[in-house]
């Protein structure tokens, strides 16, 4: 049985990418220092993208996850993990291939999902991936709302 629209559940909802917040620094170099479009306003051509995050293409993906998560609320579905379980289907149709189709099933992973701090400030999960969005001007993505599920397996472990 779905659950129903219940302030204590997750929900994944749309959000602009230019309103998620900054990234910190913290392990990778391309987390604020050696990112294509910031190279490319200094007249600089890069042939690489700095790691796998930044390979993917963001917005083909948030625009299927997008999809996927209206598809599930027109089918009453709101609860993290059953928007995942109903999403497998759609994963598979969404015409994405490989590492962009993985990264699809993680942006809707409740476990690994793209979410935002409490206050809006920082992140819970997925500050790469929500960097590379913004370097590669994605206009918007799915997070996950807080809190996270608590005292719960993922359904994608």
Not at 21 to 28: F, T, Y
Not at 137 to 156: D, I
Request: with cysteine.
């Amino acid at each position: 049985m779905m659950d129903t629209v219940d302030d204590d559940l997750d929900y994944f909802e749309v959000m602009a990418v230019a309103d998620l917040p900054p990234s910190e620094p913290n392990r990778a170099d391309c987390l604020g220092v050696s990112i294509t479009p910031r190279l490319q306003i200094l007249g600089f051509t890069v042939r690489q993208p700095c790691c796998w995050y930044h390979e993917r293409d963001w917005s083909a993906i948030s625009e299927a996850a997008v999809a996927i998560l209206g598809q599930a609320s027109k089918s009453g579905i709101v609860r993290a993990k059953d928007v995942y379980k109903f999403a497998q289907d759609g994963i598979r149709a969404s015409g994405l291939q490989g590492q962009d189709r993985h990264a699809l099933y993680e942006l809707l992973c409740p476990g690994i999902a793209l979410m935002v701090g409490p206050s809006g400030k920082g992140y819970t999960n997925g500050q790469h991936r929500g960097q590379a969005m913004k370097d590669l001007n994605v206009k918007r993505t799915v997070v996950l709302r807080w809190p996270p599920m608590t005292g719960e397996e993922s359904p994608c472990s």
